[in-house]
């Protein structure tokens, strides 16, 4: 997990830098719904790879995929310690009881 956490440290550092030179300022400069709307479409991406099969290419995709969680998460102050810890919480339960103990 050492690299997400440094991939996280690294994004938000980004906050506030210069668009021009950096991909993340630059995402991140144009708002919570754009850092949404690109982590969608990475997703989309990566679904594709799937579906053909193409391990590769869903490497890479995958990769992106995570990246841009993290700048979207970034966006709204959401800390990957925060989804970890609910990751943590739905140890040992079914998807099922999970999705029921949210009603």
Not at 9 to 33: F, M, Q, Y
Not at 55 to 68: C, I, S
């Amino acid at each position: 997990m050492s690299v997400l956490n440094d991939l996280e440290t690294v994004i938000a550092s980004r906050k506030g830098a210069d668009p021009e030179t950096s991909w993340t300022a630059k995402l991140l400069s144009k708002g919570p719904e754009k850092c949404a709307e690109k982590f969608g479409e990475e997703a989309v991406e990566a679904i594709i790879a799937a579906v053909k099969n193409d391990r590769d290419n869903l490497t890479y995709e995958a990769a992106d995929v995570l990246y841009h969680m993290l700048v979207m998460l970034a966006a709204r102050d959401v800390a990957l310690d925060d989804v970890l810890n609910e990751l943590a919480r739905r140890q040992g339960l079914s998807g099922i009881a999970e999705k029921a103990s949210r009603n």
